[in-house]
Nanobody, 119 residues
Framework: QVQLVESGGGLVQAGGSLRLSCAAS????????MGWFRQTPGKEREFVAR????????YYTDSVKGRFTVSRDYAKNMVYLQMNSLKPEDTAVYSC????????????WGQGTQVTVSS
C-alpha cells in the first residue's frame, strides 16, 4: 500500500503561481512513476503531468507545457507540481497518483487539493 497526501492548493489570481506537494508513504520502493491529474465538476479527470521515479523523466499535457513543472525529491518521497502563469481554466481539484512497477495504471491516489484561479 502507498499513501499519498497532497497539499499546497489555494486561491490565486490569474498569472500567479502555486506549488503543489504530494507526500508518499508506505511501500514506495516499488513506485514506477507519479502523476498529477485534475478534475472539475461535471468533467472527466484530466492528466496533467507525470514523472518517472527512477530517473526523473517527465511528460506534460499540451495545455500546461512551459507553465507547469513536475519534480521529485527521491530521498523524501515527495513529488511537486510547480504551476506558473496560472489561468482561470486551471481551476480544479488536483490529485497525485502512483503507478507501481509491473502495472499499467495508476494504483494509488491522493485525496486531492483545490486550486482556484480568479480572473
Amino acid at each position: 500500500q502507498v499513501q499519498l497526501v497532497e497539499s499546497g492548493g489555494g486561491l490565486v489570481q490569474a498569472g500567479g503561481s502555486l506549488r503543489l506537494s504530494c507526500a508518499a508513504s508506505g511501500r514506495t520502493g516499488s513506485t514506477y512513476r507519479m502523476g498529477w491529474f485534475r478534475q472539475t465538476p461535471g468533467k472527466e479527470r484530466e492528466f496533467v503531468a507525470r514523472i518517472r521515479w527512477s530517473d526523473g523523466i517527465t511528460y506534460y499535457t499540451d495545455s500546461v507545457k512551459g507553465r507547469f513543472t513536475v519534480s521529485r525529491d527521491y530521498a523524501k518521497n515527495m513529488v511537486y507540481l510547480q504551476m506558473n502563469s496560472l489561468k482561470p481554466e486551471d481551476t480544479a481539484v488536483y490529485s497525485c497518483a502512483a503507478q507501481i512497477t509491473g502495472t499499467t495504471k495508476y494504483d494509488y491516489w491522493g485525496q486531492g487539493t483545490q486550486v482556484t484561479v480568479s480572473s
